[in-house]
């Protein structure tokens, strides 16, 4: 687990040990390099993300990571400062690792931003991402955001959610997957996502 200095850690990692993993929360870019599978939690600030992350030289280890194959999990920050850029008191550079940004929800229809609660998911065009095994196809998960990632190539969206209009909630790139809801905060069916990544990792 990479330590970014952004927040809900502990939960991300408790969770992950609760299904069977044997998580380590490190800021060592070096032990990042050697990990077996890299799990980028966080909530906050996109710009305090970045700018931490490229101080403890983790950016780099983050991109090299997801280059070699090995599994990536993403989870809110995690999934963002995957992209070129957020709007988030910027436009703040990302890591780069996929094309596109993350813009600021609009409100529409009325509807307060930041998005806080549970929605339901669903697979894009009715795919059903592996990590989504044993999920019911109604479940919801617990989002809490007011940014959301717009890919570049819509090829990459693996979950969607509406909220005022339809979203990215989750991407999938080969052995990379990240999602914009918290399957820490989900109960039952978050910790089924979870405990689908750790054994599809295996």
Request: charged fraction near 25%; include cysteine.
């Amino acid at each position: 687990m990479v330590d970014s200095g952004s927040g809900n850690l502990r939960s991300v990692e408790r969770a992950l040990a609760h299904v069977g993993g044997a998580p380590r929360l490190t800021a060592d870019p070096d032990a990042v390099r050697r990990a077996d599978l890299v799990v980028v939690p966080g909530q906050g600030a996109f710009a305090d993300c970045m700018a931490e992350m490229v101080r403890r030289g983790l950016d780099d280890a983050v991109r090299e990571a997801v280059a070699s194959g090995r599994p990536y999990l993403g989870i809110c920050l995690g999934l963002q400062i995957l992209f070129d850029e957020s709007e988030e008191h910027g436009p703040v550079a990302g890591l780069g690792v996929l094309g596109g940004k993350v813009v600021r929800f609009r409100g529409a229809g009325g509807l307060k931003v930041p998005h806080i609660g549970w929605n339901q998911v669903r697979g894009r065009d009715g795919r059903r991402d592996r990590l989504m095994a044993g999920v019911a196809e109604t479940a919801h998960f617990y989002f809490i955001h007011s940014y959301c990632a717009a890919p570049a190539d819509p090829g990459l969206v693996a979950l969607t959610c509406d909220y005022g209009g339809e979203f990215c909630a989750a991407v999938r790139r080969d052995n990379l997957f990240a999602c914009q809801f918290h399957p820490e905060k989900s109960q039952s069916v978050g910790l089924r996502l979870l405990a689908s990544f750790v054994e599809d990792a295996r």
